[in-house]
């Protein structure tokens, strides 16, 4: 019984940094366990946590080239201020990849999981320009460390395991490689277009259970409300608070509808950021994303991360570009199975609104 259930349990592999989107996440974000876990001897179901991320905060370039502008265009550090901001009036074409390292008692040995997220950050702006509508879809394409083939233990009862010998063979072994989009993401923000200060916005996040297989989501609509609070500087090189970009956006999520076979899920995931203006178009700090699985057993509900990276930008002919990269470790984790390490990078191409 032990052994099925720590095998089975080994399958949250395989739904760890979906969340999030995902979210922004899950991501995790990140290797939840279901909330029956602890009330059965056998492990029948798993919750993905959805991956989200806030744009990360950008910078870098000479101090000549951030400064100038050609032909009236913005120039680069006016681009890198617009986005810092994650209520922008700018549009972004976010790539993230995120390279994770699982661990746990119920684990064997170190797995890897592999997470790629297309984000494109797209504000409308209402009101003549002073408030702008955020729209973020995030989209989840995952390496995992299991078979695709576990995605039938997920609605599988422990006697339907015990009887029938494909599955049983399946919970004993679920270990291979697999690739596949996880449950996509919806983002909307609504918030005052402001480039420094205090900066808020709210609105809707949504999760989507379009997996192309069981083991890559959740199997049900979820939805919640977002926040973001930010606190963004104009200043660089310094340690005054307008040196620093603070912030943090969380999501919540509940399910609503979906697979009835599939466990309900409440979840939370908090992005915060720490970063300090090394100057107009550079940042040192951490963007990290805090989960929280509010089904879970206690004591086994957060993942919390720590991390250190540099943000920076270019251009790419006319276009500028912001890119990053962080490592990330986990400080808080579910014991059974949790995120130990993870490497984060990522490219945006910014461009300005066409709606402006």
Do not use: C
Not at 116 to 127: C, D, E, G, S, T
Not at 184 to 210: H, K, Y
Not at 275 to 292: D, K
Request: net charge neutral.
């Amino acid at each position: 019984m032990k052994k099925l259930k720590t095998k089975l349990l080994a399958v949250a592999i395989g739904l760890a940094i979906g969340l999030p989107a995902q979210s922004e996440t899950l991501f995790q974000d990140k290797f939840l366990g279901n909330p029956g876990f602890s009330d059965q001897d056998e492990y029948n179901g798993l919750k993905l946590a959805a991956n989200d991320s806030i744009t990360p905060d950008i910078k870098s370039s000479t101090t000549e080239d951030a400064s100038s502008t050609n032909n009236g265009q913005p120039s680069l550090a006016e681009m890198s201020q617009k986005a810092n901001n994650p209520l922008s009036d700018v549009w972004i074409g976010l790539v993230q990849n995120d390279y994770s390292i699982i661990n746990g008692d119920a684990v064997n040995g170190d797995r890897k999981v592999n997470s790629l997220k297309i984000q494109p950050v797209m504000p409308i702006p209402l009101f003549n320009g002073k408030w702008n509508l955020i729209i973020r879809p995030i989209f989840n394409i995952l390496s995992l460390p299991v078979k695709s083939s576990a995605g039938s233990l997920l609605s599988a009862s422990p006697s339907d395991i015990r009887s029938d010998s494909g599955l049983g063979a399946l919970a004993s072994d679920p270990y291979g490689r697999s690739w596949g989009m996880g449950d996509p993401v919806l983002l909307t923000l609504l918030g005052p277009n402001r480039n420094d200060g205090f900066i808020w916005g709210a609105g809707i996040s949504q999760i989507f259970p379009l997996a192309t297989d069981d083991i890559f989501g959740q199997g049900k609509y979820q939805i919640g409300p977002a926040a973001l609070a930010v606190s963004l500087g104009n200043e660089s090189g310094g340690l005054g608070l307008k040196n620093w970009n603070i912030g943090v956006l969380a999501q919540q999520w509940w399910s609503v509808a979906g697979d009835h076979n599939r466990a309900d899920t409440s979840h939370m995931n908090i992005q915060y950021f720490i970063n300090w203006r090394l100057n107009e178009t550079s940042l040192i700090g951490m963007t990290p994303n805090i989960t929280v699985n509010w089904e879970a057993d206690s004591g086994q509900q957060v993942s919390f991360p720590v991390g250190l990276g540099y943000i920076g930008m270019f251009k790419l002919g006319p276009m500028p570009v912001k890119w990053g990269i962080e490592v990330q470790k986990y400080i808080v984790s579910p014991n059974n199975v949790g995120m130990d390490w993870n490497i984060k990078f990522f490219i945006a191409p910014i461009t300005l609104n066409p709606f402006k």
